[in-house]
C-alpha cells in the first residue's frame, strides 16, 4: 500500500502525463490538420510536429516507468522488456532535446542578421535541409548512444538493473559501475545540443543589440517588427534552456533515488523532468500566433458550450 508521499507524486506524475499529451497532441493535430487543407507543411511547423511527437512519447515512458516503479512490477517483468524501456527511454529523450536544438536554431537563423557567409549559407539553404538537419546528426547521435549501451549489456542483464535470482525471490538491484559510465556518457552527448542552442541564443542577443543600436543611431522611434521577432525567438529559446536545465536535475535526481532506492524520490524526479516536455510546449503555444489564435478558439467554444448547457 503506497504511502501518502507516494501517492501525491503518483498523483502530480499522472496530472503531468495528461497535460503532456495534450498540449503536444494539440500542437501535432494543428499542424496536420494545416498541412492537410493547404497541402503544404511550412519548415517550423515541420519542426513543431517532430518535437510535439517525441515528447508524447517522452512523456508516455517517463510515466510509464513511474507506474512500474511505483508498483514494484519491474521485479517480475523479464530482461527483454526492461531493455525495450531502456532503449526507448533513450530514443525519446534524445529526439525531443535535438528536435528542441534544431527548433532554437531555426529561430536564430530566421530572425538574426549577420553578413558571416556560412550565416548567409544556412540561411538560405534551412528549408530545403530541414530534413537532414532533424534526422541526419540524431541518426549519429543514436548510433554511437546504442552501440555504447550494446557494450554494457555484454557484460549485464541490463546496463541499469541486475537481477539476481533465488529459489522462491528475486532480488533487483542497481549495476552502479555501468549505471554511473553510462550516465556520464549520456550527459556529455545531451551537452552537445545544449551547447549549440545556447550558441544560438547567444549570438540572438548579439542581433538584438546590434538591431537596436542601429535604430538608435538612425534615429528610429516607431515600432519594429524586427526586435519584437528577435524577442519573442529570445523567449522561445531562454524558456527550452531553462526547462532543459530543470529536466537535468530531475535527471540527476533520478539517478540518486537508484542509488538511494527510495520511491518517493524517484517519483519527484520524473515529476520535475515531466516539466520541460509540458511546459516548453504550452510556452510555445502562446508564443506561436497560429497555434495561440486555435487554442483561444478553441477555448471560447468551450465557455460556449458549458454556458448552453448551464441554460
Request: aromatic fraction near 16%; include cysteine.
Amino acid at each position: 500500500m503506497p504511502n501518502s508521499g507516494e501517492t501525491i507524486s503518483i498523483v502530480l506524475v499522472t496530472g503531468e502525463f495528461l497535460l503532456g499529451i495534450l498540449v503536444n497532441g494539440f500542437i501535432a493535430m494543428v499542424n496536420s490538420t494545416d498541412w492537410v487543407r493547404s497541402k503544404k507543411l511550412l519548415t517550423s511547423d515541420i519542426i513543431l510536429v517532430s518535437l510535439a511527437i517525441s515528447r508524447i512519447g517522452l512523456v508516455s515512458i517517463i510515466t510509464w516507468k513511474s507506474y512500474l516503479v511505483m508498483n514494484d512490477i519491474y521485479v517480475f517483468i523479464f530482461d527483454g522488456v526492461l531493455r525495450t524501456i531502456d532503449i526507448f527511454l533513450v530514443l525519446t529523450h534524445s529526439s525531443s532535446i535535438w528536435f528542441g536544438t534544431v527548433l532554437s536554431i531555426f529561430y536564430f537563423l530566421k530572425i538574426a542578421k549577420f553578413s558571416n557567409p556560412f550565416f548567409l549559407w544556412m540561411k538560405w539553404r534551412i528549408d530545403r535541409m530541414i530534413y537532414m538537419l532533424l534526422g541526419g546528426p540524431l541518426i549519429v547521435y543514436l548510433f554511437i548512444l546504442f552501440s555504447v549501451m550494446k557494450t554494457m549489456y555484454c557484460y549485464s542483464s541490463s546496463f541499469l538493473f541486475s537481477n539476481k535470482k533465488g529459489n522462491d525471490s528475486q532480488e533487483f538491484q542497481v549495476n552502479e559501475p555501468l549505471f554511473i559510465i553510462f550516465q556520464l556518457f549520456f550527459g556529455f552527448l545531451s551537452f552537445i545540443p545544449f551547447t549549440l542552442t545556447l550558441f544560438s541564443f547567444s549570438l540572438l542577443i548579439l542581433s538584438l543589440w546590434r538591431h537596436t543600436r542601429q535604430m538608435q543611431l538612425n534615429a528610429t522611434g516607431s515600432r519594429d517588427p524586427k526586435i519584437e521577432a528577435h524577442v519573442r525567438a529570445m523567449k522561445a529559446v531562454s524558456s527550452f534552456i531553462l526547462l532543459f536545465l530543470l529536466y537535468y536535475i530531475g535527471l540527476c535526481f533520478n539517478y540518486g533515488s537508484y542509488l538511494t532506492n527510495s520511491k518517493v524520490f524517484f517519483l519527484l524526479s520524473m515529476s520535475v523532468m515531466l516539466l520541460y516536455p509540458l511546459g516548453h510546449s504550452l510556452i510555445l503555444i502562446l508564443w506561436n500566433s497560429k497555434l495561440k489564435k486555435v487554442a483561444l478558439r478553441v477555448w471560447w467554444k468551450m465557455r460556449c458550450y458549458q454556458k448552453g448547457n448551464h441554460l
